[in-house]
């Protein structure tokens, strides 16, 4: 059973070019949680879906940042417009019920924007 | 929104020494979680603390829950080198104590020098 696969591992992007970053739950996992987490700093909450519903996106910006979790196939983070300030590490985490006490994180996604 | 400040921010050890290091809030937490994160890599959950005063260990780990619901400590025991890394603690984020939106701490950065 393979872990949580996040991909890229790494993406470089220019200001105002889009980002998109996947992440496959494990298998037998309906929840998936997004966090992202600044240089030097802790995971912060962005985001909590379940096959093709968004439950709460409380921990997201308002604008450029979107989440899906469709029926078939990953789950997608996408930043659009991308600025200095969206470089971080975004993890997800996927858990087979609610709740990050059974969940397991993916080795992240590093988007550096230049 | 509730913060959680963790000490030392970092420290430098001798393999087979132990470590201690805690975690404050100024809110009470009905759930405190303590994370390794290795480098490049996302966060492992260690230990899971339910109520007040419990004392959970793990391995070498132990970890206790403050009697005051503000704080919570982790012990590690005759520290090796593969015990490198970022230790975070969590709590859920509203007073609701939903278990998939957490707060974590800015980490303490633990060197072992063998």
């Known amino acids: 059973n393979a872990g949580v696969m996040q991909n890229p591992r790494h993406l470089v992007r220019r200001r105002g070019q889009e980002a998109r970053l996947r992440c496959s739950p494990m298998k037998g996992h309906s929840h998936v949680y997004w966090y992202r987490q600044l240089p030097e700093e802790g995971l912060k909450f962005m985001v909590y879906?379940?096959?093709?519903?968004?439950?709460?996106e409380s921990g997201m910006p308002k604008e450029r940042f979107s989440a899906e979790f469709p029926k078939e196939g990953p789950s997608i983070l996408r930043i659009q417009q991308v600025v200095r300030g969206d470089s971080a590490a975004y993890f997800c985490?996927?858990?087979?019920?609610?709740?990050?006490?059974?969940?397991?994180f993916g080795q992240g996604t590093r988007l550096t924007v230049v | 929104g509730q913060q959680l400040n963790q000490s030392p921010q970092s420290m430098f050890i001798q393999e087979g020494e132990d470590v201690s290091m805690n975690c404050t809030s100024s809110?009470?937490?009905?759930?405190w979680l303590w994370y390794k994160q290795d480098p490049g890599e996302g966060p492992v959950l260690l230990i899971a603390l339910y109520k007040a005063g419990e004392l959970t260990s793990n391995g070498r780990l132990t970890a206790q829950f403050g009697i005051t619901r503000k704080d919570s400590f982790l012990n590690i025991s005759a520290s090796i080198p593969s015990d490198v890394g970022i230790y975070f603690c969590a709590g859920p984020q509203d007073s609701g104590g939903s278990n998939y939106k957490l707060t974590f701490g800015k980490g303490t950065l633990l060197t072992v020098n063998p």
């Open positions: 879906l379940q096959k093709e519903n968004i439950i709460d």
């Open positions: 809110s009470i937490f009905n759930t």
């Open positions: 985490a996927s858990s087979p019920l609610a709740g990050l006490t059974e969940a397991f």
